[in-house]
Nanobody, 118 residues
Framework: QVQLVESGGGLVQAGGSLRLSCAPS????????MAWYRQAPGKQRELVAR???????NYTDSVKGRFTISRDNAKKTVYLQMNSLKPEDTGVYYC????????????WGQGTQVTVSS
């Protein structure tokens, strides 16, 4: 069973930066949508950023101008560059990769903790 493996989380002071990476643990078919979600303590999981196969990106309002999502199709890897971090960015960040055409697939990572101290 292929899973996604995230890396790059950690503890950082407010105003600092982190770069998250996510890649599959084995071979997978071509993916059209790659995304990052996060879940803060006591809150529901929310979409942070997504990028499709045409490199169109979307961000939740709270991270616009601070976070950048990118992808490497050859490596089937997605990145999230997080700058000017705020304490409210704290949470577990999950990677998601989705294939919408046959055979459809929906992959998730185990999550990586990001903690921003004030």
């Amino acid at each position: 069973q292929v899973q996604l493996v995230e890396s790059g989380g950690g503890l950082v002071q407010a105003g600092g930066s982190l770069r998250l990476s996510c890649a599959p643990s084995g071979s997978i078919l071509a993916i059209n949508v790659m995304a990052w979600y996060r879940q803060a303590p006591g809150k529901q999981r929310e979409l942070v950023a997504r990028i499709d196969s045409g490199y169109t990106t979307n961000y939740t309002d709270s991270v616009k101008g601070r976070f950048t999502i990118s992808r490497d199709n050859a490596k089937k890897t997605v990145y999230l560059q997080m700058n000017s971090l705020k304490p409210e960015d704290t949470g577990v960040y999950y990677c998601n990769m989705r294939r919408d055409w046959f055979p459809t697939k929906d992959y998730w990572g185990q999550g990586t903790q990001v903690t921003v101290s004030s």
